[in-house]
């Protein structure tokens, strides 16, 4: 499992660099960048943090994700976590997190 970070996409707003546990995350010609991908942790709080949907988590097929690249967007109370697999097909978990406590 690693993060990709779209180059095109980011905005340089360092929120990513700012929540990373391990410190992999850097400015870079004023844009996030990670030096080894190999390093990071898994932990999705860049990918969380990011607004512009500039980090794009990799599941690896050791985790059954054969190839699938997870991305979140968020509008308000709703959360969007969008897996899209190698084939282009998209998925999407929404949660509205007025009602997390609901049940």
Not at 3 to 22: A, L, S, T
Request: glycine share 10%; hydrophobic share 30%.
């Amino acid at each position: 499992m690693s993060i990709k970070i779209n180059q095109d996409r980011c905005v340089g707003c360092k929120r990513c660099i700012e929540v990373c546990p391990g410190n992999l995350i850097k400015l870079e010609s004023g844009k996030a960048a990670i030096k080894r991908e190999r390093d990071c942790w898994g932990c999705t709080s860049c990918l969380k943090e990011c607004h512009k949907q500039a980090i794009e988590f990799f599941l690896g097929a050791d985790v059954g994700g054969k190839g699938t690249v997870l991305t979140f967007k968020e509008e308000g109370p709703i959360k969007h976590w969008i897996f899209t697999g190698n084939d282009g097909a998209t998925k999407t978990i929404e949660i509205n997190s007025l009602e997390s406590n609901k049940y």
